[in-house]
């Protein structure tokens, strides 16, 4: 079984639907499948979309007022355009289901089903024009280290001593500064961690363009969300954050952001990234970054930490969770600053979050069993907040 997809650009899925689909929220993605199975296969538009939008509706929304001749003439384009069931053995089948507009990344979940059968594919494409925070030929080919350097664990007690013994925080470029720490481990790669993430509302960050940074100062003088505002820089491993990600929340002022680095280490073959995150609760101007704003962090870090946790045990592709000490303890009377001058306390852990594209219910999630009562610290850290 060999599948594809991508998603259109508002321009694009004008140009080919004839009408402006972008201004009814409407986002074509084009699916392709090749069935090399000996049954017939029919694809699951919910995956794709829960409230996906059936061909006619939306050509009747076009329509409108129009003639009948005009409704036949958008029902009969729109049709043409679609993905139909079933994928006949042997056979190739592609059209396109309408979603909801997503910005930036679209995650596309293709469910296939047959007679006693069922394929799962998880896909990322990149809505054209969307100027992402990273390149997905560098981040996802794994290919940033030799492959002599790559180790790749399999004894968890061995994987612990590797993670504890990485930096404590992110630092300035030239490393002579310690900023956020170093509060996450993510265990996983395009078909299991990033697709849980992306279902759980989870979006990436823009550059620091120009367009993206006049979009910035107008959502935060008209205090709107903006999903995708890009992050300031910092530093591991000699480079800033390969990618990094965020969950918006009511205006820019409040989101939860992530900052996530490609390590060289592997776990069971999965790739290991070493994050950073926290809970942005105000923005303000400033001149020390290309965006001239700056986020102020909820100094609880251990919150954010723990509000991810419980986050992604709901996305259904975690499997296993831990943690390992990080740093010293910096208690809320005497807490650390970071790098813009904010203030933080947290008990000095990281978390460990390890994931499977198979999916894993609450009760089937695992925990490493690294050490006992206060140095295991618990399931979650900063559960107990």
């Known amino acids: 079984m060999l599948v594809k997809a991508a998603t259109l650009s508002a321009e694009e899925s004008q140009s080919i639907y004839g009408v402006a689909l972008a201004s009814k929220g409407v986002q074509p993605v084009w699916i392709e499948v090749h069935n090399g199975d000996d049954r017939s296969y029919f694809l699951l538009s919910p995956g794709l979309d829960p409230n996906f939008f059936p061909p006619s509706e939306v050509a009747e929304t076009f329509a409108g007022a129009e003639s009948q001749r005009a409704l036949a003439t958008l029902d009969l384009r729109f049709s043409e355009l679609a993905f139909h069931n079933p994928v006949l053995p042997g056979q190739t089948t592609s059209g396109f289901v309408l979603t909801h507009l997503d910005e930036g990344v679209k995650f596309v979940q293709v469910d296939l089903v047959a007679s006693r059968r069922a394929r799962t594919f998880s896909l990322f494409t990149m809505v054209p024009g969307f100027q ?64 849980a993430l992306v279902r759980r509302g989870w979006t990436p960050t823009e550059q620091k363009w120009s367009g993206a940074i006049m979009k910035m100062v107008s959502s935060f003088l008209a205090g709107k969300p903006y999903v995708n505002a890009p992050v300031s820089d910092l530093y591991l491993f000699g480079r800033p954050q390969d990618l990094a990600l965020q969950k918006a929340r009511d205006t820019i002022h409040e989101r939860n952001h992530l900052r996530l ?106 925990f490493f069993q690294w050490g006992t009562g206060n140095d295991s610290h618990g399931a979650i850290p900063g559960a107990d907040r």
């Not at 790749?152 to 900023?179: H, M, Q, V």
Request: proline letters at 6%.
């Open 261 to 366: 680095w490609l390590s060289r280490m592997r776990y069971h073959d999965k790739p290991v990234w070493i994050g950073q995150i926290s809970r942005d609760i105000g923005i303000r101007f400033t001149i020390h970054t290309p965006t001239f704003t700056t986020h102020k962090i909820d100094p609880d870090v251990d919150e954010a930490r723990a509000a991810l946790t419980e986050d992604m045990a709901y996305s259904e592709n975690l499997v296993k969770i831990g943690a390992v000490k990080a740093s010293d303890a910096a208690p809320q009377d005497t807490p650390r600053e970071n790098l813009t001058g904010d203030p933080y306390y947290t008990d000095g852990f990281r978390v460990v979050l390890v994931f499977d594209q198979l999916p894993t219910s609450l009760s089937g999630i695992t």
């Open 132 to 195: 992402a925070d990273y390149k997905t030929s560098r981040v996802f080919s794994f290919d940033i280290y030799p492959r002599e350097e790559i180790v790749n664990y399999t004894d968890d007690e061995a994987f612990r001593a590797a993670l504890e013994a990485l930096p404590c925080c992110a630092t300035n470029e030239d490393g002579t500064k310690n900023g956020d720490p170093l509060n996450l481990v993510i265990v996983g790669g395009l078909d299991d961690a990033f697709p």
